[in-house]
T-cell receptor, first 112, second 112 residues
Framework: NAGVTQTPKFRVLKTGQSMTLLCAQD?????MYWYRQDPGMGLRLIHY???????AKGEVPDGYNVSRLKKQNFLLGLESAAPSQTSVYFC???????????FGQGTRLTVV | TQLLEQSPQFLSIQEGENLTVYCNSS?????LQWYRQEPGEGPVLLVT?????EVKKLKRLTFQFGDARKDSSLHITAAQPGDTGLYLC????????????FGGGTRVLVKP
């Protein structure tokens, strides 16, 4: 049982480049989330989805876009990367917002 | 501004001492969760509390949900070096879009 898988695990981007982070879950969860975590801080919600085909903004959505075309996948896109987007990105999934959220291993992104 | 405020931000204690971490909000939450995160890993759920006044025990860890469901605490008795990590509270509420949002975290260091 793989749980939540994020790819890639590490990435270095130049300012202005674009990229997509992929999150896949095999638990048939409805809810999926993208968070960013900066050094010494908690998790800040970027975007989330409560089901296939739906997305919603979180606390810090600017500069990011998401898509949930299939229930098991949640994609996070950076159209034009900025140094302020250097962070560790975590994807999570859960049955609903009240039950346990399962997290991926994280993607460490550096924008230079 | 985070909906959930955790205090303290950092706690350093000796093995065998007790500690308490607080999670406060001005808003009512349907449920609160506590997670622990170790370096290089995603957060892992410790407990979920859903009823005002609820107390849950997990070995040396005691979790309490405030009567008004606006705050929670985590108490560790006789802390051990293995308790070292980042402790995060997270909550969801229908009025806030049913999304799971996290506090800023408390970093705990237990010295042997």
């Amino acid at each position: 049982n793989a749980g939540v898988t994020q790819t890639p695990k590490f990435r270095v981007l130049k300012t202005g480049q674009s990229m997509t982070l992929l999150c896949a879950q095999d638990m048939n969860h409805e809810y999926m989330y993208w968070y960013r975590q900066d050094p010494g801080m908690g998790l800040r919600l970027i975007h989330y989805s409560v089901g296939e085909g739906t997305t919603a903004k979180g606390e810090v959505p600017d500069g990011y876009n998401v898509s949930r075309l299939k229930k098991q996948n949640f994609l996070l896109g950076l159209e034009s990367a900025a140094p302020s987007q250097t962070s560790v990105y975590f994807c999570a999934s859960s049955y609903d917002s009240y039950t346990e959220a399962f997290f991926g291993q994280g993607t460490r992104l550096t924008v230079v | 501004t985070q909906l959930l405020e955790q205090s303290p931000q950092f706690l350093s204690i000796q093995e065998g001492e007790n500690l308490t971490v607080y999670c406060n909000s001005s808003s009512v939450f349907s449920s609160l969760q506590w997670y622990r995160q170790e370096p290089g890993e995603g957060p892992v759920l410790l407990v979920t509390v859903v009823t005002g006044g609820e107390v849950k025990k997990l070995k040396r860890l005691t979790f309490q949900f405030g009567d008004a469901r606006k705050d929670s605490s985590l108490h560790i008795t006789a802390a051990q070096p293995g308790d070292t990590g980042l402790y995060l509270c997270a909550g969801s509420a229908l009025y806030a879009g049913n999304k799971l949002t996290f506090g800023g975290g408390t970093r705990v260091l237990v010295k042997p």
